[in-house]
């Protein structure tokens, strides 16, 4: 999926069902002002702790291109990797 700079990937408080894997640019979180990079996966946390909500808020900081995973998916993934 590509996204342009300024675009809000992940909103606080919306249902917590994707993960994002960032295969290239920049992404901010807006709570921590820590910047993801190429190879840093976002949204993870809600997602493994299952956690029903988002806790932050995330957004390009540059064009960006990312994999987007649905929770079933990434949990059978990371299920087959223990």
């Known amino acids: 999926m590509k ?8 909103k606080k408080g919306t249902f917590s069902d994707e993960v ?9 979180s807006q709570i921590s ?28 900081v540059t064009n960006t291109f990312m994999l987007k995973y649905k929770k079933k998916d990434f949990l059978d993934i990371m299920s087959k990797h223990k």
Not at 3 to 10: M, P, Q, R
Not at 38 to 60: N, P, W, Y
Request: a positive charge.
């Open 33 to 60: 002002g820590r910047r993801f990079t190429t190879g840093a996966m976002i949204g993870i946390s809600e997602v493994a702790l299952k956690i029903r909500s988002r806790q932050d808020t995330f957004k390009c």
């Open 3 to 10: 996204f342009k700079t300024g675009t809000e990937i992940i």
């Open 20 to 28: 994002f894997f960032i295969m290239q640019g920049v992404v901010l």
